[in-house]
């Protein structure tokens, strides 16, 4: 039976008719009303969303509205939204750090005090469940013409081999000429390297023992107490540490070279912290070696936790020290040496080696490290792959390994040029590692050249990619109204129903336990489009139903009572009422997103059993952790439709 409009529907449409005569001599917004009329009566036909799908915007009251930087899914099903700062100097400098924890079954919000300013972290899903957040915002960017007091690094140093030193926030540093410079934050110093050494002498006599002590290090941000040229300086000197006596004054001082009123860029933090999802707080754990802001995490086949890349305590890109995370003992070691901009996107693949699509979020000189390549992080090499359309636009580009992960396809999808850039690429690849040499090859395009792109993976195979802007953080109103489905299958887009948020800069998207995508945050730098007035962060939280769900209604697979964790052949049993109808099963690993960088999320086929009766469904799952790295993970059971099951939560050791 056809659908027809409402009595009352149809007095709009015919007043609407009225004002469209009008239109044409008087206001032309009215047009728009009357086609946004139109339009919210097609989006809501079921028809058009068993083909498109639909949104909706959740509710969400005004103390839980945050600026939503990183989302990550937990296994309770609640979603982690961290803001820390949020991008506000101003909270910054109150210190008002803010997460939120979202139940999108029950639509309950919950503040969670927050130690740091998160804001610009790393985060990874730990084999436990807990998720590791490491680095953040030491300090607020102060650009170019902005900065009044001359500042830099310092490099301080400490000669004792008997004890480290630490130096406090406020510690004044004074030059030869008299100048002084204050520390921004506090740093220690370890103790110096004291080395032993045999001589001889020509005759063949032993020469007594000889010690050689080698001063340790370590950096720290000073501002000069006083604006003025006096403060200018590229030419390097040593610094006293005001305050300091006897030994101390003598074995521990500032060396620098260039402090200047240059742009000084965002710092970061050593901090890092375990998120319990069920006592629902921030856990201190060991602070990494290095600070960092914007850095990249990722779970590795043991695991263990990679930490590459992010802007160190001065402002400066880490050069390639990386570091390896053990949740066992909570502590931190050195990983291989290797240079990435900020944020690059890193694939564990099998065999254990990493890709790097070449896809990050900006920092750090556009010749250097942006090729994209495979890491071996045991023989510390890197292959680069040559070839990808479009290689100087894969900054803000999103990247994720297609469906199923056995498959080895990852797909890179829009991006831009370097930095501010007003470029943006339409270009999508696909870089296939699942022989012994990669392969490329170009995928279909998108609508239009995006950067910011949300790319979300399906229990049905697909891909749901929405939002983005054509230029830099929605510059001249290019926030794009579109989504799409890609279909690996096909290697084909489809049309999605439009979001009504725009989603830049800032933004995130990830897959819920019910099978429906949540979208976050956007922070543009203009509301408008002449660029004149400054944008404000967009706090609205808005989901989107897929059409599986509108085709299936209420009728879904269900899977019923089942374990949490697997036996020891790697399986797991289910109750079902629905084994007939059931035709797939998927692993998904929940995601962690921020800034368009989300190396978490992964779907693995597995192979399914149903019993003789008809009762159950037994579910086997591969052995290769470089295939599935341990962690809690959702189960998505599927028909031959398409139409997926609620996920149930069960855990890989």
Not at 24 to 52: T, W
Not at 148 to 154: E, N, P, R
Not at 509 to 522: E, H, K, N, Q, Y
């Amino acid at each position: 039976m056809a659908h027809r409009p409402s009595g009352k529907f149809r007095r709009t449409l015919l007043g609407s008719a009225a004002v469209l005569v009008l239109a044409a001599l008087n206001a032309p917004a009215a047009v728009s009303f009357a086609e946004r009329k139109y339009h919210a009566y097609k989006i809501a036909q079921p028809d058009y969303q068993r083909r498109f799908g639909s949104w909706t915007e959740i509710e969400v009251p005004g103390r839980y509205r945050i600026n939503a930087i990183h989302a990550a899914l937990l296994h309770t099903g609640k979603v982690l939204l961290i803001a820390g700062s949020g991008n506000s100097q101003k909270n910054f400098d109150a210190g008002a750090f803010e997460t939120v924890l979202w139940d999108p079954v029950e639509n309950t919000f919950k503040k969670i005090p927050t130690p740091v300013d998160f804001f610009c972290s790393g985060h990874t899903q730990l084999p436990d469940g807990r998720l590791l957040v490491a680095g953040g915002t030491a300090r607020y960017e102060i650009l170019d013409g902005e900065v009044k007091k001359a500042g830099g690094g310092m490099r301080v140093k400490n000669e004792s081999p008997d004890k480290a030193v630490t130096l406090r926030k406020g510690t004044v540093f004074r030059s030869p000429s008299g100048v002084e410079y204050v520390s921004q934050t506090d740093v220690t110093v370890p103790r110096a390297t004291r080395a032993f050494d045999i001589a001889y002498f020509a005759s063949g006599q032993m020469k007594p023992w000889t010690t050689k002590v080698t001063a340790a290090e370590a950096r720290v941000f000073v501002e000069a107490r006083e604006e003025g040229p006096q403060a200018l300086t590229t030419e390097a000197a040593q610094y006293e540490v005001v305050g300091l006596k006897g030994d101390d004054a003598d074995n521990v001082y500032g060396l620098a070279q260039k402090l200047t009123t240059e742009k000084q860029d965002f710092q970061g933090i050593k901090g890092a912290y375990e998120f319990d999802p069920r006592a629902e707080k921030y856990i201190p754990v060991a602070p990494m070696k290095d600070a960092r802001w914007y850095p990249t995490l990722v779970t590795l086949d043991d695991g263990k936790v990679l930490a590459v890349s992010g802007l160190n305590d001065v402002g400066d890109v880490v050069p390639g020290d990386n570091e390896i995370y053990d949740p066992a003992t909570k502590k931190w070691s050195e990983g291989p040496f290797r240079y990435f901009p900020t944020y690059p996107s890193l694939f564990l693949t099998k065999g254990g080696k990493l890709l790097y699509t070449g896809s990050n979020a900006g920092y750090g000189p556009a010749d250097k490290g942006r090729e994209p390549g495979l890491w071996d992080l045991r023989k510390n090499s890197f292959t680069k792959l040559v070839g990808l359309t479009d290689p100087d636009q894969l900054e803000t580009s999103a990247s994720l390994i297609l469906p199923p992960a056995q498959h080895q396809k990852v797909m890179v999808l829009g991006g831009g040029g370097v930095g501010e850039s007003s470029r943006s690429t339409a270009r999508t690849s696909i870089i296939d590692v699942s022989g012994d040499s990669p392969v490329l090859t170009d995928g279909p395009a998108l609508p239009q050249g995006t950067r910011y792109l949300s790319s979300v993976l399906l229990p049905d195979d697909t891909v749901f990619t929405t939002g983005g802007s054509e230029d830099y953080r929605g510059r001249g109103g290019s926030d794009i109204l579109k989504a799409q489905f890609y279909d690996p299958r096909s290697n084909a887009f489809t049309a999605a129903a439009a979001p009504t948020v725009g989603r830049n800069y800032h933004s995130e998207a990830l897959l819920l336990p019910d099978g429906r995508v949540a979208t976050f945050g956007s922070d543009p730098l203009f509301d408008d489009k002449d660029n004149t007035r400054l944008g404000t962060f967009e706090q609205r939280i808005e989901v989107f139903t897929p059409p599986y769900l509108h085709r299936a209604g209420a009728d879904r697979p269900v899977l019923g009572e089942g374990p949490q964790e697997l036996d020891q052949n790697g399986r797991a049993t289910f109750k079902t009422r629905d084994a007939s109808r059931i035709a797939g099963a998927r692993l998904m690993r929940p995601s962690a997103v921020t800034h368009t960088t989300d190396v978490e999320q992964r779907s693995v086929e597995l192979d399914l059993t149903k019993s003789p009766n008809g009762t159950t469904v037994t579910v086997d799952v591969p052995e290769d952790r470089t295939l599935v790295p341990p962690g809690w993970y959702m189960l998505f059971v599927t028909d031959a439709n398409g139409i997926p099951s609620e996920a149930k939560w069960i855990q890989v050791d």
